[in-house]
């Protein structure tokens, strides 16, 4: 039975120490009793060396030990540098996405000397310093319609959205367009003038001077290419009020129905067609209110409605639709800070959604007509400036002392 074990086992390669070549043989052929054998000095099967660890009472041999620690030590260091490698690549591989992605950003050349050259305080503001905030990232967003030659037309749209990392909210702002403001450079003129005047610079500058907040950032998106970014998205939800609805069949060709008797809103599903003229109808009083007011409404509810669809994607989803839609942006945003707004859109769902509209209810009066502007909405700018910066900042920040500029 040993012969027959150790045959097998010499068979799938066990060691077998051999004698050495000096060693005498027998007329038979066979190797003599006495070997040169340089295991150690206990008896053994002198016709059938086998390895001893298979008995279970058989002493290690240290080169054994030393051979499988070697062994062992190698397939760690493999693992290790396996695993090094897979991070790298991991690493690596998310940097050169997010290369990919910003790539496709349309970059300005929106500085802070050129917002330097509009920087003055208008007549009517609070001599307060600018407010911002390390906790707060405030991005103007701005609807244009640009005109067919490419140059800048006029803001239809101007948003504030504002970021709070410490409160873990963002917040939206509607500035009216037809806000009766002083614009450098321009003079007293309505808002979304600025713009086609002087870009996006002349518009951001025009809203930090008059409003006393910090606004250095911006994504701007041409009109057209809002409606491929809704059809990207498969459409919106939208509640939407009786005016509303006839409105949009009115004047889009729809065929949507109304609220049912007592109900002030019913949800339809809109494509990006639909939720353009949707984000602009004027002449439609609802819940938002009438012409202006409840257009920048309408508009803030549909942004808010594409970041809680944002919310409900997968990831495989959502970074599809922001590597399509980043192609339609104008932006100045830097690496680092679009880093920090994935940051952000990695974690959208524990971030609550706010809104506000300025001017604000009862700080305004939008019954002023100007010769050669007509009608226009005169705007009390410190108490606008109050709300927007409690608003944004905290109940603490209203007043000039509060207004460090930090």
Known sequence: MNARCSMNRQNMGSPVRRAGSGASRNAA???????????????????????????????????????????????????????????????????????????????????SSQLANYVQLPSGAPAWNVKS????????????????????????TNMLMSIDSKSKSIRLVSFLRDSYLEIPTVGKNKLNVAYANGGVALTMQTLENNYRINIDQYISVDFNNFVAVID????????????????????????????????????????????????????????FGHDDYGRTGRQRQVVELMIQKMKSMNLIDANKLIYDYLNYVKTNLSDSQLLYLASVGASLSGYKIETQQIPAPNTFDDSVSVKGIGKVVSVNLEKNCTVLRQFLYGENSSSESSSDGT
């Open 133 to 156: 905030d390390n906790s707060v990232m405030n991005i103007l967003l701005l609807g244009v319609d640009e005109n067919e030659d490419g140059s800048d037309g006029r803001s239809d």
């Open 232 to 287: 990207k998205m498969g459409g919106l939800d939208v509640p939407m009020s009786k005016a509303a609805c006839q409105a949009e069949n009115a004047n889009m060709g729809s065929h949507l129905s109304y609220p049912s008797a007592g109900e002030k809103t019913i949800t339809h599903h809109l494509n990006g067609k639909l939720c353009l003229y949707y984000a602009r109808i004027r002449h439609a009083t609802d819940e």
């Open 29 to 111: 052929g066979r190797p003599s009793a006495r070997r040169n054998v340089s295991w150690d000095t206990q008896e053994i099967d002198r016709y059938n060396v086998v390895d001893r660890d298979i008995y279970s009472n058989s002493p290690k041999r240290r080169g054994t030990q030393a051979k499988k620690r070697r062994k062992k030590g190698g397939c760690l260091k493999k693992l290790f540098t396996l695993l090094l490698v897979v991070a790298l690549a991991a690493v690596g591989g998310g940097f050169i996405y997010f290369h990919i992605l910003s790539s496709r950003l349309d970059r300005s050349d929106v500085t």
